[in-house]
């Protein structure tokens, strides 16, 4: 009886055999990045009809670009591990801090060069977010102000931040899938999920050299419970939304956010990396791995860098 063999596979293993569909895969998949910047675009366009497209949407920012050029900035997020860090010898130099860091001990020495809020939930006009609002208020004297472009109506109607300290900036299109090859805060930028990124941009559009990364913990994977901080309680007490349990939230849900959250840091370490400038992680642990790490008392300790130019993007 005769044995009928398998047929035998044959394998490629000549390089230019792959070459055809390595050509084909990169340009499907600058297609797909051509096809999400035009819908980014068109959402742009959709949410801020008036000269977004071809004309400065926010002018007035202009006033912000290279404010800092050759300076370093200090970023600080609300982490649990600003607890443990010395702050004071950051009085004088060029910070930028977010949502309730008006909490923080040493809030009046340092005197925060910005304040950022990313997040429409503490202009939403709900009683925990006015309640709020007002202690930034009292609390907050000589910072500019960086808040959503989109609750400046808001904003201006309700005399909830000076208008002479406020600066808005308006989002469009995802940070991760956004084609950065450049910062302009006088036009749209995509949509952060952190409000540390948006300190970044304003870092980089204000021409800083060095950006130094304080509080940026994110570990809420790790810690399943009510959200921490280095103050204690909740950001907004009370709110109908922001009730800060994470464990609410669905792990497959945080976990993709977390993806999205990285893959944003890493487009901006890239625009960062072009320009020259250095993004150092000074956080006291925490997770984010995507910046070179240091001793935040080294960098403090050390003499400060010299001011330079820093590179064209």
């Known amino acids: 009886m005769t044995q009928t063999r398998p047929p ?155 208008p002479d300290r406020t600066h808005h900036v308006a989002f469009a299109g995802k940070l991760r899938s956004a084609r950065l090859r450049d910062l302009d ?12 990124q948006l300190g970044i941009m304003l870092a980089l559009f204000a021409g800083c050299s060095h950006i130094y990364l304080l509080g940026t913990d994110h570990d809420w994977l790790a810690h399943r419970g009510m959200e921490r901080h280095f103050y204690q309680g909740l950001t907004l007490p009370n709110h109908p939304v922001a009730h800060g349990d994470q464990a609410k939230h669905g792990y497959l849900a945080e976990a993709l956010a977390i993806v999205e959250l990285w893959h944003g840091y890493q487009a901006l370490g890239r625009l960062a990396e072009r320009r020259g400038v250095q993004i150092v992680n000074c956080t006291d642990g925490g997770f984010l791995d995507v910046f070179p790490r240091q001793r935040y008392e080294d960098v403090v300790d050390a003499p400060v860098p010299e001011p330079r130019v820093a590179a064209a993007a």
């Open 8 to 162: 035998r596979h044959r394998y490629r293993d000549a390089p230019v055999y792959g070459w055809p569909f390595y050509a084909a895969r990169r340009a499907l998949r600058g297609t797909a990045g051509a096809l999400s910047a035009a819908a980014d675009a068109l959402a742009t366009r959709e949410k801020y009809a008036v000269g977004s497209l071809f004309g400065p949407l926010l002018p007035q920012n202009q006033m912000l670009r290279d404010r800092h050029r050759g300076r370093r900035a200090f970023v600080i997020g609300n982490g649990p591990s600003v607890a443990g860090q010395d702050l004071a010898p950051l009085a004088g130099e060029v910070t930028l801090v977010m949502n309730a860091f008006l909490r923080h001990p040493l809030m009046d020495l340092i005197r925060p060069t910005y304040y950022l809020f990313a997040d429409p939930l503490y202009f939403d006009g709900s009683d925990s977010s006015r309640r709020f609002l007002a202690d930034v208020r009292d609390t907050v004297r000589a910072s500019t102000f960086i808040a959503p472009y989109a609750a400046a109506p808001a904003i201006r109607a309700n005399g909830w931040l000076d």
């Open 185 to 196: 805060l006088t036009r749209t930028v995509p949509h952060v999920r952190s409000v540390a």
